[in-house]
């Protein structure tokens, strides 16, 4: 029997992605929740999720929801286009449905709301673009979109390596985009893209919106807190961020992501199951 969530203001918010770059996520739940005490889980043991199979995957991920659950969460964020894209509804048992929340589905109720919208591109890894996940949860709401799917894998090494705002980026950026029909706006399915929103914006000419998570998420979060009455005002809340495997590297690269320096401690939660690594 895993020892349970804790349905209180005061529990913590339990946010996940295969590695670091979930935390531009986490950043933006900060900003519109900065009362909420915050478990981050990256799990840069098995990053990158976005070449690994829909089985494996399925499995780090069970553990970890285990992992944030047992940690009394009281609600789970899927901050990881390629978990979101593998975990075909958005619940992970024991969490209560109401209080997970994916990366896919704020942006597909965000095109509900926008339907001068006809042909939509997305660019993510290669788990999330093979999946369909977008073409299917859009069409199943506007059965008329158009959705062209592209598979960017490059761009989130490419960004982890601090190749960003340089030549080296704007011509891998193209490079990808030129394959893309025109289309009226474009999904950047992957938790590192917000850090070349600018540069994939340019390439348009500023001329379409870009649809990215961390914004959507943290909003959707919040109405959901609030409806159940579960919001927390902390004036001093109290952040963990963890990760699977501690490299320096990583936590470098996390200052990236959630915009301010985090210290990152190692926590090996296969160990008790025999897994190994
Ligand atoms: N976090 C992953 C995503 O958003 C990108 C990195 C990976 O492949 O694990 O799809």
Redesign the pocket.
Known sequence: MIKGANLSRSAPIGIF???I??LTVARAINELLPGENLIYFGDTAH????DKSSEAIRYYVSKISDFLYQNNCKALVIA???ASSVLERSSLPPFNKKLVINVVDPLVNWFTNHREIKSIGVI??KR?IKSGIYLRRLRSKIPEIEVKNLSTPLL?PMIEEGFFNNNISKAIIASYLDKLPEIDALILA???YPLIKNEISAYYHNKIPLIDAPFLVAEQLANQLDKLELKNNLSKPKHQFIVSDFTDSFEQTARLFFGESVHLKEKNIWKQTGYRL
């Open positions: 992605d295969s590695g770059g979930g990053l990158p999720y976005g990881c286009n390629t993510g890894t999330t989130a992957c938790t590192h």
